[in-house]
């Protein structure tokens, strides 16, 4: 590992009361789809070590800067990390009359040994209800605080680079019909808000995603998606500014997006891969001398994940992954290959034990 003390942290100020009323509010979403007679109760917990070759998603040209001292990447204690990952998941399947319903409620804690503002809670609860050959489902996310990668600050004096921090919350909504046996048609949409912290508020925004997805259950299982991605972001950092006028970035985009996942069982293993292939298009339309970065820019970003799953025991279950991450970005008034071209390798072990 290569590693310093960085000389200063971000604020935590920004985590505040407004995120614990967030997980107050999951918390009485969960307990209020619990019918007053207990039924199907599960509960499974994970521990997950792993190691993330890039985690602020740092460029060659970047890395070499890191390497050398250079002062814009102070703040980075360390190119690559190890991290831990800690969680459990409850859930409770019940019926409605001729309604088969399943909710639940996931936390998870990723903690990063050398760059501690990368450590992260995930909380995600929903409900899923069934009935013939019809599927419903409904969820909530919740990620209080993640750090994605350092960004320079033009409002302080020499523009140095922080940690760009955000909350997120995410709405999904999706339903699917048994078309044919073992084949199911489907549509996915999905809403989130995003608040950054106080040096990059013009980045705050609203997305939504929407797509066809197809899943066939057979003797290997399918899944295969498209959807439409849509950013729209603040564009401004002062409340007297409109989009139009402010200098600040605009990383307002649309995004195309194929989502695949296959597995096949061989017993008590399972072999499978995941992908997320993406072409995002930026839709900046300020001058360039203010966002030269996002004009006519795209990115083609690619994230594939191998991965074998173990049954150890009748409760015991083992998954090893490896998570690839490339992305390529290019502009035709600007070279971003310096400062946007950047590859991530993450392996982990995952242990999963049902209570």
Known sequence: MVSRRASAILSSNFRNNRQLKHLAFILLFFAADLPA??????????????????????????REMFEGCHPDFIRLESYN??????????????????IR??????????????????????????????????????SFTLIPEYASRLYRDTDEPDEPYFWSTFSTTRFAISGRYEAISNHWVAIETEYETDRYNDHFPEYDGTGYKVGPVWRWTGPIYVKFGYAYRVYDARGYDTEAE???DSDKS????VEDRLETYVSRDFGDFTVGFSSDLSRRYYTSEKPFTDDYIHIARRDLRADIEPFIRLEATRKLELTLSCAITIRDSDSPYYDLDPIKDYNRARFSVRAEYEI
């Open 37 to 62: 007679k207990w039924g199907d109760l599960s509960s499974t917990v994970l521990i997950e070590p792993g190691y993330d070759s890039n985690p602020a998603l740092l460029t060659v040209e970047e």
């Open 81 to 98: 990390d190890s991290y831990l990952r800690a969680g459990c998941e409850i859930n409770y399947r019940f019926r409605l009359g001729k």
């Open 101 to 138: 319903a399943e909710t639940g409620l996931l936390y998870r804690y990723t903690h990063y040994f050398f760059n501690r503002e990368k450590s992260y809670h995930y909380i995600k609860t929903g409900i899923e209800l069934r009935r013939k050959k019809w599927r419903g489902e409904f």
């Open 242 to 244: 409109s989009k139009l």
């Open 250 to 253: 605009d990383i307002s985009y």
